[in-house]
């Protein structure tokens, strides 16, 4: 592992298991991609941006549950503590692939870019799936 002279955090501190998204029948559609984050550093991080390949945008979501009914809701970023794993999922922060470029079949799997700001970037698998996998 290599330490982050600026922060003191490893920079595979961060890891990510569990990503998924549900199956799509066709393109154009947005689908939320979940998964799990672990970040075993001593220091906080920063989910910044998600690239992947099968759709044209990426937005980082959080659902908000303020007056009236539950609203998603864009985000800059998503927190991600010391020492603690976060799930994204779809009734709290998750991103949302938009304008998905093809359709998506069960047992398939695509390679998302995910950016941290201190992590940095992390190649990840994603299955299409209807639970995790």
Known sequence: MQADPLFGATTEAVK??????????QAGGDLPLLMTIKNEADIADTLLRVRCP?????????????????????????????????VLKPDGYHVMLLQTRQTLTEGETFTCTVVFQRAGTIET??????SPS
Do not use: C, L, Y
Request: net charge negative; proline share 10%; charged share 20%.
């Open 125 to 130: 698998e994603v299955h299409v799936s209807r």
């Open 16 to 25: 990510i298991s569990e990503a998924w998204v549900p199956p799509a029948q």
């Open 54 to 86: 099968v759709a044209n945008f990426a937005e980082k979501h959080i659902v908000d549950r303020g007056e009236g009914a539950p609203a998603m809701r864009a985000v800059p970023a998503i927190p991600i503590a010391a020492n603690s794993t976060i």
